[in-house]
Structures are given as structure tokens and as C-alpha cells.
């Protein structure tokens, strides 16, 4: 049995989606699995870029196929991107997937599955859809035409047709879960299985020995943290009207770290109000990621209300593993809201409370205590819940299950 996954990127790439997928696919390798990958050839970040069509990473089959490389900033340049994609790997796949194989297709691009179930449908495999995020429900809620009306209808029938005919549909968090079931999935079909991260790589470390910290000058500061993708189901208006409010405290400082469709709004925002609290930097190497992490003394995770349980902010399992508070904007009551507050691992802000967010930055920055109390809480619900090795044996269990399924 060949494990055959999709996914738009890949190693090198530091993507989420990318991230997830190299520890995992590289995991199962380990294990003794066959392990492949259909992906572009691109980088989330650079689109010029252009990697090998073929290669062997750590010990996984990574073939890289062509795409159109217009990049994210254009929305019609997108669709031809993913377009691209859609039939470039669907080749790719119809080449490499034979009977008794499985095919675990991400969201990356948006409806992928649907290409994956045609070729596992032809070719005697089994289908495991992998829900990083509900498309189109997700381009619905943040107002897109293109998710509206007939096309978006299609787009729903076609996603869940994908749904039903999978062995097994694999969603990140309580809030999906119970989208899906909605959506008249079997609940059977259903398995949950939260992303995660390398508790060895990404480990508490004291803030004064960080060379981070003094290289990007905020050595003496209380920071607060943004790190990772600034994309569009990210809320920053309320982040940067507490910064504008708290400029005059010289001793807090706001780092981003990353990039995305919105840090360039969010920069000149920045440059607009002559925020001089406010730092940017971009994406980390991964290993020096828990210097970026650690850098900060609490981080800032985002998600607009309207997005809960479509998607699940994944930058909240590498602050945890670091032993950082986090400061959650937006439903207290949603995925990670819900861990912060039961945890007791950081402060939930609703989204256009500036002054909570104001009150809740300045509680940690007075209380030590408090934010190192509530950074050991961050590091031991991870450790129960969110470390790799949990999340590996459940997927080695979840696709033992789907092959002994096709040979029975």
C-alpha cells in the first residue's frame, strides 16, 4: 500500500498546510510506510520560485508538478493558479495511485478533494479528505462573489459529493466536527485529529538568553507577538488600535513575524500612524522558529468570529509548545477560546474590544507571575493534547483502519 498525499506545498516550504504535512508524511516514512507526495513545485511566498519535479526528502517520494505562477495577491491570477494545479496533479495522481493505495487530499487548493475522489474512484484507492479549513463556507463568510449564488451551490454539492465517498474525512477541532456532521456526513466517516507540534524542536526557553531579542532590538521590552500567516480570516484592526493606544509605553512592544494577504495593509497602517512600538519581521527559518516564538513574552491568535469551525488557527500549538500565553481575539466560546479560558493558558478579547485587549496586555506585562503561571499551562495542555507524536499514532491508527477496510 502507497500513501499518496496532495497538498499544493511542500517541503521546503514553510507554509501551515506545508508544515503539518512534512512532519507527518516524514513520520510515517519512519514507520515503514510508503510515502508520496503530489505538489507544485512553488513556495507559499514566492511565487518565481521553482523546486525540483522530483526528489526523495527523508525518505518520502516528493513529486512536484507545474502550475501557473501568478501568486496571491490577484484573485483571478489564483484561480488560474489552482486551476493549473487541479490538472496537473490530477495527472500526476492517475500516474502514481493503483488499487489498494490511499489518497489523502488536503485543502490546499480549496476543492482538491474533488480531483482526488475522481482519480481514487478510477483507480480502486481509497480516499481520506484531510480539512484544514471548509471551502467554500469560508470564502462565503469573507464575502467573496465567486462563493455566492449558483457557483456556489456547485462548489458545495461537489465538496461534500468528495465528503460522502471518502473512507474517512479527518477535521481539526470540535467546531468542524460538528460542521460537518450538519453538512449529513456519516458521523462514522468522521475522525478528529487537531494539528500540532514538535514539542522536541519547539521547547520554553528563558527570554534573556534569547539572541533573537537583542539582534532585532526589543531586548528590554514586554513583547507581544504576532507570528505567522496575516491572511484574510485574521482580524488586526483591534491589534493595531492597541498599539496606537499603548505607544506611549515605551516598554511594550508589538512584533509580527510573518507574512500573508494582509501584512501589507497592516504595514501601512503602521507607517500611517507612525507607530514606532511596532516591528516587523519575516518568516523564520523552522529551526530557528523557537527563538522566533520564544522571543515574544505572549502571542496574539486571531480568527473573525464567523469563521469558527471553518477554520482552526494553527500558530496557537507552536506558542504552546514554547510556554507562551496567548491573547485570543475573537469567540471566547470557539476552538481555541475555548482552550485558552479551560486551560487557563491566556486571556480571551473579543474582537473590537480594544480596551480588553489593552487591559489584558498590561495584566501580563504587571504580573510576571501571571504570564509565567499561564505559559506552564500553555506547555502542559500541549504536551497532553497538541505534541506530534500524539497526532502521528492517531493518523497511523485512522489510515491502518482505511487500508484494512479495501482488503477485508
Not at 500553555?378 to 497532553?384: K, L, P, Q, T, Y
Request: glycine fraction near 10%.
Amino acid at each position: 500500500m502507497k500513501i499518496v498525499f496532495v497538498n499544493r506545498f511542500y517541503a521546503p516550504d514553510h507554509s501551515a498546510t506545508s508544515q503539518m504535512l512534512t512532519d507527518l508524511a516524514a513520520a510515517l516514512a519512519t514507520h515503514g510506510s510508503d510515502v508520496h507526495i503530489v505538489t507544485s513545485r512553488l513556495l507559499y511566498d514566492d511565487p518565481r520560485a521553482s523546486l525540483g519535479a522530483q526528489q526523495v526528502i527523508d525518505g518520502v517520494e516528493v513529486h512536484r508538478v507545474w502550475t501557473s505562477t501568478f501568486g496571491r495577491n490577484n484573485l483571478l491570477g489564483r484561480a488560474l493558479d489552482y486551476l493549473s494545479f487541479y490538472f496537473a496533479a490530477s495527472a500526476k495522481l492517475f500516474e502514481i495511485v493503483r488499487a489498494g493505495d490511499v489518497v489523502v487530499a488536503m485543502t490546499d487548493p480549496p476543492l482538491v478533494s474533488v480531483v482526488a475522489a475522481w482519480v481514487a474512484r478510477l483507480r480502486g484507492a481509497r480516499l481520506v479528505n484531510w480539512l484544514q479549513d471548509l471551502f467554500p463556507e469560508v470564502a462565503t463568510n469573507l464575502g467573496m462573489a465567486s462563493a455566492r449564488g449558483a457557483g456556489g451551490r456547485l462548489f458545495r454539492w461537489l465538496r461534500d459529493e468528495s465528503l460522502h465517498r471518502a473512507a474517512a474525512n479527518v477535521v481539526v477541532g470540535r467546531r468542524m466536527h460538528e460542521r460537518v456532521v450538519a453538512l449529513g456526513i456519516d458521523p462514522s466517516k468522521i475522525a478528529q485529529i487537531p494539528n500540532w507540534a514538535d514539542g522536541k524542536e519547539l521547547r520554553p526557553a528563558d527570554r534573556g538568553t534569547n539572541p533573537l531579542r537583542a539582534e532585532w532590538r526589543i531586548g528590554g521590552e514586554f513583547v507581544v507577538g504576532y507570528s505567522g500567516n496575516m491572511g484574510r480570516a485574521h482580524e488586526f484592526q483591534t491589534v493595531l488600535d492597541a498599539a496606537d493606544g499603548m505607544c506611549a509605553q515605551t516598554d511594550i512592544a508589538f512584533l509580527f513575524v510573518g507574512g500573508g494577504a494582509q501584512k501589507g495593509g497592516v504595514e501601512s497602517a503602521v507607517r500611517e500612524r507612525e507607530l514606532l512600538n511596532v516591528v516587523f519581521k519575516p518568516y523564520q527559518p523552522r529551526e530557528s522558529l523557537y527563538q522566533s516564538l520564544g522571543a515574544a513574552d505572549v502571542h496574539l491568535v486571531t480568527l473573525r468570529p464567523e469563521l469558527e469551525g471553518l477554520i482552526v488557527p494553527s500558530k496557537f500549538y507552536g506558542i504552546a509548545a514554547v510556554g507562551r500565553p496567548t491573547i485570543f481575539i475573537g469567540a471566547p466560546e470557539g476552538e481555541i477560546g475555548s482552550v485558552v479560558r479551560e486551560a487557563d493558558c491566556g486571556i480571551c478579547v473579543e474582537q473590537g474590544d480594544v480596551g480588553g485587549l489593552v487591559k489584558a496586555i498590561t495584566a501580563l506585562r504587571d504580573d510576571p507571575e501571571l504570564c509565567k503561571r499561564m505559559g506552564a499551562n500553555a506547555r502542559r495542555v500541549f504536551e497532553a493534547r497538541y505534541e506530534k507524536a500524539i497526532a502521528v499514532g492517531q493518523w497511523r491508527r485512522l489510515l491502518d483502519g482505511v487500508a484494512d477496510k479495501e482488503t477485508s
